[in-house]
Structure formats: structure tokens, C-alpha cells
């Protein structure tokens, strides 16, 4: 009886630890334009990448994978990463973005030990990929302190 026991609060507790809980929402805009909204789930409220987090976003209108890519490449210049190191994981995403349309949704799940999983509509693997720092490369797009979107960013954590 109390390894039973003992067996039920460890599964209990592994349940516990893999629940992620939303920390905040915002909307992308570009002029007057809605983009996409986001939402930004996480294992405890932090903005290290020492933790499991998961975006989601949610496209309010069509964009082409093209210009997905291309705006990729530009945030990561923004953020910070050297020409060599784009060069470097840009392969890793080349042709990996589909169009977009009002309504569709991307899921990007984070791992500190895993690395990274992209999805489109819960079905079309994207991306994936076991290099950690590729994947903080890209959730840095949007949660990184030198993001483009500041606004976005803090509301994602929670903050604004």
C-alpha cells in the first residue's frame, strides 16, 4: 500500500511539473493592420530559459512563408545574432514556414533539455530540432529583452 502510495504522489507530481500555465497574451499589429495574437505558457512566471514555455500564435490575416522567413532573418539581426551565426541555423528554417491564413496557428514548444518543436494547426510538424541554443535563437524572436516588439514581449511575460 505505500508504494502505491508513494508511486501516485510521484506521478502527481511529474503531472505537476509538466503543466505549463499561461503567463500572458498580446497582439501584434504593423500600422493598423492585426497580425497575429500570442500567447506565452510557461512552467513558473520567469523570463530565463532555464524552463519549459510554449507560443502560440494565432494569424489574424494571410501571410506568405516567404516573408515569414524573411522577417525571421531581420529579428534575429535585431536581437543580436552575428552573421555567422545566422548563416549557420538559417538552413534550419529555410523552406519551413507554409502560408499563413486568418485563422491558422503556430505552436513553438520549447525545451531546456529538448530543444525545439514547431507546429502549424496541431498536425504539420514544422520544425524541430535538439540544438538548445537554435531554440532559444528563435523563441528569442519574441522573448528575448532586445525583440522588436518590446510591448508584445512584455505582455507575452505578464509584465504590461
Not at 4 to 18: P, S
Not at 22 to 39: H, N
Not at 114 to 122: F, H, I, M, R, Y
Request: a positive charge; charged letters at 30%.
Amino acid at each position: 500500500m505505500k508504494i502505491l502510495i508513494l508511486c501516485l504522489m510521484m506521478t502527481a507530481q511529474v503531472v505537476h511539473a509538466n503543466k505549463l500555465q499561461l503567463l500572458g497574451e498580446g497582439r501584434l499589429t504593423f500600422l493598423f493592420f492585426k497580425v497575429y495574437d500570442a500567447k506565452l505558457f510557461a512552467e513558473k512566471k520567469s523570463t530565463e530559459f532555464d524552463q519549459k514555455l510554449r507560443l502560440e500564435i494565432s494569424y489574424l490575416r494571410s501571410l506568405k512563408g516567404d516573408d515569414i522567413y524573411d522577417r525571421t532573418l531581420t529579428e534575429w539581426k535585431g536581437i543580436g545574432l552575428s552573421e555567422e551565426r545566422i548563416n549557420a541555423i538559417k538552413p534550419l528554417i529555410k523552406d519551413k514556414f507554409p502560408n499563413v491564413d486568418d485563422g491558422d496557428q503556430i505552436i513553438a514548444e520549447y525545451d531546456p533539455v529538448d530543444g525545439l518543436k514547431v507546429v502549424l494547426n496541431k498536425k504539420k510538424v514544422l520544425i524541430t530540432s535538439s540544438d538548445v541554443t537554435f531554440a532559444k535563437d528563435f523563441m528569442g524572436i519574441w522573448l528575448s529583452p532586445e525583440t522588436s516588439e518590446k510591448k508584445l514581449r512584455a505582455k507575452l511575460f505578464g509584465v504590461e
